[in-house]
């Protein structure tokens, strides 16, 4: 909520983040990290920069059973204990020494937790996060270059263009395969052999269109045949410590193996070629381009000089009903329940709060844009833009 630009909108942000941990599992826990990414990129830039960069370091809950989650995933259960501490030294008011506090604050714990079955909630908090930290699945989060939305008013030619991959974003440090958030990727020895000892960044990919199969092959602890799926689609050296041109240079002079492949990456003239290849990745299913700027050296967080260009599908569906809202919509309609052919949803983000208070009727047409299909069918990151009343019944937008 401390990212939130006015203060109105700290319990839309809450409920978007505690949506995302309300995910029945990692799989769909990211997927609602991407949609809220998207959602808040333009109304709570900060918001959405941080859900993108820290929140996966949060998904470590989910290497537990679902009825530890909750108070894994919370401070809770931690700032409880703190309150006691501060509740029996305030008693001592002041210590002789540091040795003494430390002594008594020891045996504050040690009440609390040397019993065998007293498993409290705070031992469990407490046990994740050293699990959590000192796991072989742990690593730093790696400092990541992310792209920012692109904007017509650049010259394209001073771009390398390459496709945007809907992938698993990856870094290989020279020894090791690990996600943004630090989580090692427990890949096959047979999957990382041959790659080169130098940091790469790339993305976990096998095809257009396979985000949640691909998620479901890195998100398991343990190496498997599924890896065979997969390639690391390589787009950049973080630590070559030239322009992007050069790197580029450097990249096509590295061994591809069965499993490493560099990303391609062109000079396109201007806009209009570039929009002629934006056409031919939407066609075959793609999700847009990549533009990073020839002479942009690698540097952490967002940069204008590293631009997506993405493509988003809309389609119309009748309103068939309603479901209520919580938090700050209490009383109002918090998403609008959709059926286009036979397929039922939910869309909930773009609507405005008048709309809330008085949405579309059941039987009206209306228009949302959305990025794909999920395995089930269900449009991915839908959001809803307007009312078609005009129109008959539902269909297909240009």
Known sequence: QAYAPKKSMK????????GIFNSSNVERAREEKKRVVDEFADKAPEFSRWIDENIEEGFACYNFPKAHQKKIRTSN??????REIRRRTRVVSI?????????????????????????????????????AVTSPLYAEPPAVMLAQKYQPDIAVANYFVSEKLDG????????????????????????????????????????????QHIASITARKK????????????????????????????????????????????????????????????????????????????????SHDLLKLKHYDDAEATVIGYRPGNGKYQGLTGALQLQA???????????????????????????????????????????????????????NSE
């Open 11 to 18: 319990v839309e942000i809450a409920e978007a983040v505690r």
């Open 77 to 82: 259960t931690l700032e409880r204990q703190n």
């Open 95 to 131: 210590f002789p020494n540091v040795a003494s506090a430390e002594r008594l604050i020891t045996a504050l714990l040690w009440a609390g937790y040397a019993h065998p079955m007293r498993i409290t909630p705070a031992l469990l908090a407490a046990a994740a996060i050293i699990s």
């Open 168 to 211: 698993v974003r990856a870094r290989w440090t020279g020894s090791a395969l690990i996600s943004r958030g630090g989580h090692k990727f427990t890949a096959p020895a047979w999957f990382t052999a041959g790659f080169p000892d130098v940091s790469l960044d790339g993305e976990l990919w096998s095809a257009r269109g396979e985000y």
């Open 223 to 302: 190496p498997h045949e599924g890896w065979r799926q997969l390639r690391f689609m390589v787009f950049d050296m973080p630590n070559h410590g030239n322009e992007f041109a050069t790197r580029v240079a450097a990249m096509r002079t590295l061994t591809e193996t069965a499993f490493l492949t560099i990303l391609p990456q062109q000079k396109l003239a201007d806009e209009s070629a570039l929009m002629k290849r934006m056409a031919e990745v939407i066609t075959n299913g793609g999700e847009g381009l990549m533009l990073h700027h020839g002479s942009a050296f690698y540097q952490s967080g967002r």
């Open 341 to 395: 052919g036979d397929t039922v949803f939910y869309v909930g983000s773009g609507l405005s709060d008048k709309e809330r208070h008085n949405p579309p009727v059941i039987g009206s047409v209306v228009t949302y844009r959305y990025q794909g299909y999920t395995d089930a069918g269900i449009p991915r990151f839908a959001v809803y833009l307007r009312q078609r009343d005009e129109l008959d019944g539902p269909e």
